[in-house]
């Protein structure tokens, strides 16, 4: 994909429709709560109950005309909500969350001054919170979660970050940020900590580069075009459009139409980047997967994560989370086996975890690494290629394969495991 600069890009202040809520108005975390919808019907804030939870609920925007009912934004409480949980629209505090037992779960954090006189759900996809002079205090455009919608920008300094998962809203471990020098970047960052590792994408479009062609904003315009790839045009007359930072890691623009027949879902226009499990390299911390999982990318782009033979999911229910070994290694539990043969060789083709080596052997044959690791308490994994042997320890980080690597994995498993 063609990167565009974006330098300066500035949008044409655009009207909407929207619908006004009154203050005192609330909407209560059950399953019949009415939502606040735009005048179009397009899009709805309220309480969606969360998949396999009966009493727990998600504040959020929703498209609210399309069967999935696809958030495209969603309050950042610390816990999912509470059943009989209330949100009040006030003119000192603008949005408040609380628990049925009184607890502040979340409020909007006005970033202008004066009261606040209504609420406006509009027909762009953002809330906003206006003072009497309809000014704007605080809309949710403002502080996006993970989905840009047309006619959105993210200010250098601004971000988005990922969901946990499909269907867990905690903050994830990726990051969309459009960094002070115009660079436009995707990352990972090691929770619960903010600490961004490397980029694995950057659109290099920084201070010290052509003149002029630093990054000033991110723009999703209202025709649908986004200032950033130049992939497939949509129109936005025809179709609903978002742009969302993946569970996965993976930045994607949808498109789904307003008018349809049958069973319709969202359809990808463009996603970046090419391959995450070789673009995304972490000094310190798991990579794309868990540790010592495996990385691979389907046709469709997005990451599959896999344990190895010989090691499972330390949460079953996370399957791009880290993988335990099935069976206990280290020379004391070795030396106190009355069995000398322990270990045999599980072998992968193209597989490499390239930032766990504790030794590297050269020059040196496939058959000799294997053995090398075999005989070595302290190998897990062994890595041949070219000549070369690379001995790794647990935990192995940053796993993938990758087909241009002509290489040999010699994992090393317990027998009796």
Request: aromatic share 10%.
């Amino acid at each position: 994909m063609e990167l565009l600069l974006f330098s300066i890009f500035l949008l044409l202040s655009i009207s909407a429709n929207s619908a006004n809520i009154k203050l005192g108005s609330s909407l209560s975390a059950t399953e019949n709560s009415s939502p606040w919808l735009s005048d179009s019907g397009d899009f709805a804030f309220g309480f969606q109950q969360l998949k396999g939870q009966s009493d727990l609920f998600l504040l959020c925007i929703w498209y609210a005309k399309i069967p999935d009912k696809t958030v495209v934004w969603y309050a950042s409480t610390d816990q999912p909500v509470p059943r009989q949980s209330k949100l009040n629209l006030t003119s000192d505090q603008g949005l408040v969350l609380t628990s049925l037992q009184g607890q502040v779960l979340w409020k909007s954090e006005p970033f202008g001054l004066g009261d606040v006189s209504q609420g406006v759900m509009s027909d762009s996809g953002s809330f906003v919170l206006q003072s009497s002079s309809s000014g704007t205090l605080w809309e949710s455009f403002q502080d996006p979660r993970d989905t840009l919608l047309p006619s959105q920008i993210i200010e250098r300094g601004g971000l988005l970050s990922s969901r946990q998962s499909e269907t867990n809203y905690s903050k994830g471990r990726f990051q969309l940020r459009l960094q002070q020098d115009g660079n436009l970047v995707l990352n990972t960052i090691n929770l619960p900590t903010d600490f961004a590792n490397n980029p694995y994408y950057s659109t290099s479009t920084t201070d010290g580069t052509v003149p002029g062609s630093a990054g000033k904003q991110l723009v999703f315009n209202q025709s649908g075009r986004f200032i950033l790839v130049d992939g497939n045009i949509v129109s936005a007359k025809d179709n609903y459009l978002r742009v969302a930072l993946s569970f996965d890691g993976i930045f994607v623009q949808y498109y789904h139409p307003k008018s349809w027949n049958g069973n319709v879902s969202w359809t990808t226009s463009w996603s970046i980047p090419d391959n995450i499990c070789k673009s995304l390299l972490v000094d310190a911390g798991a990579g794309v997967c868990g540790l010592n999982s495996i990385c691979d990318v389907k046709s469709d782009r997005r990451p599959t994560c896999v344990c190895p033979k010989g090691y499972s999911l330390l949460d079953p229910n996370d399957v791009y989370g880290h993988c335990k070994a099935d069976f206990i290694q280290g020379c004391k539990e070795d030396e106190l086996s009355l069995k000398k043969d322990l270990y045999e060789v599980v072998e992968l083709t193209n597989v490499d975890w390239p930032t766990s080596d504790y030794v590297q052997l050269k020059p040196f044959n496939g058959d000799a690494c294997k053995e090398s690791c075999l005989q070595d308490c302290m190998c897990s994994v062994a890595i041949f290629r070219d000549g070369t042997c690379w001995k790794k320890k647990l935990p192995l980080s940053n796993g993938r394969v990758d087909s241009g690597l002509n290489s040999r994995a010699f994992i090393k498993v317990r027998k009796d495991n």
